[in-house]
């Protein structure tokens, strides 16, 4: 109990600062935090699919620029305030995956990831195509809007929530349901287990982050184009933070989120023509050294529970 009260005592103390942050901080820090909570919901939700049912996804970053279109849409189009836009973006990154899902989850191992795969490049040429409504490959411009710090609130919670939305996954029967499909999914179906239905629900979780997240990148950032919101280096990125964190834990992409946003910035700023290859010397490292991530070490080594 001490140790459970002294953790919520550290946390309260963090949401109090980041709270606090915008008063005190500068310009660059706000919006670095902004980056860092969106990274979080993007890394938290794909580890709700593939951390906790094995099924790895490579194009979850449809559910962000979709999303991130449905949102800006409504606000320039439509002339909708920007929280109701980004909450209508994540029911439409919801009702994506709700079409997506039955047939794409069928499919397993690399079948599904490919599938996956080809549902981003989908998205990106209709987004392309349709440009009465999207604006094209010229991309699409919001209304000129100083919400910064609104906005960092928005995705502070956000990110919040998808992280309270794990630990609540993860310590309920439908969590271990989820990783017992990870763990073998046949013998799941032997011991009665709708495996359809639990990936189906898995996978709509895992959705409505990114579509929220999208739409506030989309409001923040005042322009889009399909090269900006359907990159696949955006799944690579939060693949490599829940594996870096520890993929199927609550804290595990948080982590992940934090350090590998804070090293890509300062690798960036000291070594720009080397980027790449050092992000690239780091998933290597990880997928080599660390396949468990940080916290599934000291899980094992320390017997942390697995709500860690």
């Known amino acids: 109990m001490t140790r459970r009260r002294a953790a919520l005592a550290a946390l309260a103390a963090v949401v109090a600062v980041l709270a606090a942050y915008p008063a005190f901080a500068s310009g660059y820090g706000v919006r670095a935090t902004l980056q860092v909570f969106m990274w979080i919901v993007l890394a938290s ?58 047939p794409c989850l069928r499919l397993r191992g690399p079948y599904f990831a490919i599938a996956m795969l080809g549902l981003n490049e989908v998205l990106r040429a209709l987004v392309s195509y349709f440009e009465g409504l999207t604006g094209g490959g010229n991309g699409l411009s919001l209304p000129t809007l100083d919400a910064t710090i609104p906005i960092y609130y928005a995705m502070g919670a956000s990110a919040a929530m998808v992280t309270l939305v794990t630990h609540a996954i993860i310590t309920s029967r439908f969590g271990l349901r989820l990783m017992t499909i990870r763990e ?11 495996t359809g239905r639990h990936k189906l629900y898995a996978f709509l979780l895992s959705a409505a982050g990114p579509g929220i997240a999208g739409a ?93």
């Open 45 to 102: 939700s794909w580890n709700l699919i593939s951390g906790l049912t094995g099924y790895v996804s490579f194009g979850h970053v449809a559910f962000f620029g979709a999303g991130a279109y449905a949102g800006a849409i409504l606000v320039a189009k439509a002339g909708w305030p920007w929280l109701p836009a980004a909450l209508a973006g994540g029911v439409a990154a919801v009702l994506l995956a709700l079409v997506i899902g039955y």
């Open 184 to 194: 073998d999914e046949v013998a799941a179906e032997a011991m009665g287990i709708d």
């Open 216 to 308: 506030l990148t989309a409001r923040d950032q005042g322009y889009i184009e399909p090269i900006s919101v359907f990159p696949l280096a955006t799944t690579i990125t939060m693949i490599v933070m829940v594996l870096f964190g520890g993929k199927g834990t609550v804290w595990g992409p948080v982590l992940g989120a934090v350090v590998l946003f804070v090293a890509q910035e300062v690798v960036w700023t000291r070594y720009p023509y080397v980027h790449p290859l050092l992000f690239g010397a780091i998933i290597v490292a990880v997928v080599l050294l660390m396949p468990r991530g940080v916290l599934g070490i000291l899980q094992i080594r320390y017997r942390l529970p697995r709500t860690i």
